[in-house]
């Protein structure tokens, strides 16, 4: 049964795809509630995955491994795998896919099977992209989460839905077409596509491992997004529907940070290690960027998108420090970011649902009239922050460490330079994330309108309060995280130090 595990968290969203197919297109309750029920069980299925996993091993484990195309030479296997640096995004996509489906309940009224039937779809292609093994594999399921974002996007979002879902979909293709002639050339000229296989082989000279490198980069820094190629992102966030913007923002972005760390560092360990100043600048030129844009906003929403820019930056700084202190916060804060970002989103979703607003000038005293909404609303906003004592200060403080002493690793980071630069852009987050909050809640209800807003109901709590209990669950004891994640990571750092030392 172990064996099948993978199998089962990956495609058991597909059996909820195959239901809904029977489904009317006028029962849009019977369309949550399959959806739901389908999400649930493969967030219990992801769980019994966690309980077979080993901790202290840090191999793949549960592997999947049999031929898959093996015409004309060609040696491409179906192999799938989990380790200690995929399973907590594993688990972050499960368990944020049924409290994105819960909070459609009322937001989404429009062709809700077929809704129901593209999200279970991206539910799928993500936890394939986590578990895939094989170079072709990847591709395959990196694309295909292209489709059902696309359609989420173009079919549900706001005005100019189709604007924000053809730039999603073209940025997102143009860096794919780079990583795919990567991967053609990879599996052609080692014999294989299998991932473990080619990291073992290594041997690629170093002049090709930085073309490689950058062309694995392209796709994987405009899905972060990485500054300068962020621009699709906003758009995407403001005109996708509120559960769209959560496993966009929560699952979706996590896929390029993944990459880097799944592909670019073992596969390339030369190219990482020589071209680890340049990412780490690019980091944080975007953590600083994505905070001062995010202040002049007056759409909540568009603030919170050009804030993602600003934490993933965070998490590229800590990936690419190359030492077991920002590779492990980084990852952890992969989950942070899913967590109060996707818990952000959804709280913009309910305050537009009663207002059909989301600027900031229409709001004000808001803690009067919906104190619940409010203190959760500011929780979320402190773990944003990276306030000590809830999830985000782990991941940040964790990351900072790892920068300031990247120097040690043997790498080019300008470690004591970035690390400060980075530690501003946690005080510039403060500044956006109170301003907004201030702007929203605090001073007196000046507009009609907001006095006679209810306050959150039952689900709308009930779709919340997981989210609340992992960000302080992660900022109180962060050790059951942090040792999932150890073993694996200094596994992937055993590869750099041969590359060091042939860059000196």
Do not use: C
Request: net charge neutral; aromatic share 14%.
């Amino acid at each position: 049964m172990e064996n099948i595990a993978l199998l089962l968290v990956t495609f058991f969203p597909l059996v909820g795809v195959l239901v809904l197919l029977f489904v009317k297109q006028d029962n849009k309750n019977a369309a949550r509630w399959v959806a739901l029920i389908t999400a649930l069980v493969t967030f219990g299925i992801s769980l019994w995955v966690l309980s077979l996993f080993d901790a202290s091993n840090p191999d793949l484990q549960l592997e999947v491994n049999v031929p898959w195309i093996t015409v004309a030479g060609w040696n491409i296997r179906f192999a799938m795998g989990i380790d200690g640096l995929s399973i907590l995004l594993v688990l972050l996509t499960t368990f944020l896919t049924p409290i994105s489906i819960l909070s459609t309940w009322s937001a989404v009224e429009e062709r809700v099977r077929d809704f129901m039937l593209f999200f279970l779809m991206l539910e799928t292609g993500m936890t394939g992209v986590f578990l895939a093994q094989d170079l072709f594999l990847f591709y395959v399921f990196w694309e295909f989460t292209l489709v059902p974002m696309y359609f989420l996007i173009g079919i549900w979002g706001g005005a100019q839905r189709m604007y924000a879902a053809v730039k999603f979909f073209l940025y997102t293709m143009a860096g794919s077409i780079l990583m795919l002639l990567a991967i053609l050339w990879l599996g052609i000229n080692q014999g294989t596509f299998y991932l473990p296989d080619l990291i073992a082989m290594g041997g690629i000279p170093e002049n090709i491992q930085t073309w490689l490198f950058f062309a694995f980069a392209a796709a994987f820094a405009i899905k972060v997004p990485m500054w300068p190629l962020h621009s699709w992102l906003p758009d995407a966030h403001v005109q996708a529907p509120t559960a769209g913007s959560v496993i966009l923002a929560g699952v979706l972005l996590k896929m390029g940070t993944y990459g880097f760390l799944r592909f670019n560092i073992p596969l390339f360990p030369a190219a990482a290690v020589q071209w680890a100043w340049l990412i780490a600048l690019l980091a944080v030129i975007g953590i600083l960027y994505g905070a001062a844009v995010s202040y002049p906003q007056s759409d909540v929403k568009k603030l919170v998108a050009y804030s993602s820019v600003s934490h993933l930056g965070f998490v590229m700084l800590g990936l690419f420090a190359l030492n077991s202190q920002g590779i492990q916060g980084a990852i952890l804060q992969m989950i942070n970011h899913g967590i109060s970002t996707g818990a952000l989103f959804l709280l913009v979703g309910m305050i537009y649902e009663r207002r059909h607003t989301r600027e900031m000038d229409e709001f004000g005293g808001l803690w009067k009239v919906m104190p619940v909404y409010a203190v959760l609303t500011l929780i979320v906003t402190l773990s944003s922050m990276g306030l000590p004592g809830l999830n985000g200060f782990v991941g940040e403080f964790t990351i900072l460490l790892g920068a300031w002493g990247a120097g040690e690793a043997g790498g080019s980071l300008g470690s004591v330079l970035y690390a400060g630069f980075a530690a501003a852009g946690v005080i510039l987050a403060a500044v956006y994330m109170l301003y907004m909050f201030q702007k929203l809640f605090l001073g007196p209800v000046t507009k009609e309108e907001n006095k006679s807003l209810k306050d959150l109901n039952w689900r709308e709590i009930a779709t919340l309060v997981p989210l609340l209990v992992l960000i302080f669950w992660i900022g109180l004891y962060p050790k059951p995280f942090f040792n999932l994640i150890a073993p694996a990571v200094e596994k992937l750092l055993e590869v750099l130090p041969a590359a060091t030392a042939a860059l000196h």
